[in-house]
């Protein structure tokens, strides 16, 4: 067993800030708390140190990260550009289907897959991070 421990970069501690600041902003640390875990998390060096800021918020506080302002516009900006696409596709293929002049009218079955893909989301990897602990606690030492 490994005891080495992993350094936490800069990401990762900006991460954390920003859970923090969350959960201030949600009531869930007085201003004073808020202060002291945003100085313990700039002033942390490994990633263990990390986890026990935010243990005690609900879900780690990882799931107030999807409810900032930043977030709701990067899934905004994300769900245009997924209708966008998929708008062009149909356009395109009902263009190919008007161009070969086929009787039956095959796009129908392209495009229900494409309306699934648009409004399910794509391949869902955007809107910030939905999991309820912190992407690089997967990533421990063994």
């Known amino acids: 067993m490994s005891t080495e421990r992993l350094r936490a970069s800069d990401a990762e501690?900006?991460?954390v800030a920003q859970v923090l600041r969350a959960a201030m902003?949600?009531?869930r640390l007085t201003l004073t708390e808020g202060e002291e875990r945003l100085t313990a998390v700039y002033a942390a060096t490994y990633r263990e140190e990390l986890t026990?800021?935010?243990?005690d918020l609900p879900g780690g506080g990882w799931h107030a990260l999807r409810e900032t302002p930043e977030a709701k516009a990067g899934a905004r900006r994300h769900a245009r550009g997924r209708f966008g696409f998929a708008a062009v596709l149909a356009g395109v293929l009902v263009g190919l289907w008007l161009l070969t002049g086929a009787g039956f009218f095959w796009p129908l079955i392209p495009l229900f897959f494409i309306g699934l893909f648009a409004l399910r989301g794509g391949c869902g990897?955007?809107?910030?991070?939905r999991g309820a602990a912190p992407p690089w606690a997967a990533h421990r030492s063994r």
């Open 13 to 15: 501690r900006e991460q």
């Open 25 to 27: 902003a949600e009531g």
């Open 52 to 55: 026990p800021l935010v243990a």
């Open 125 to 129: 990897r955007h809107a910030g991070y």
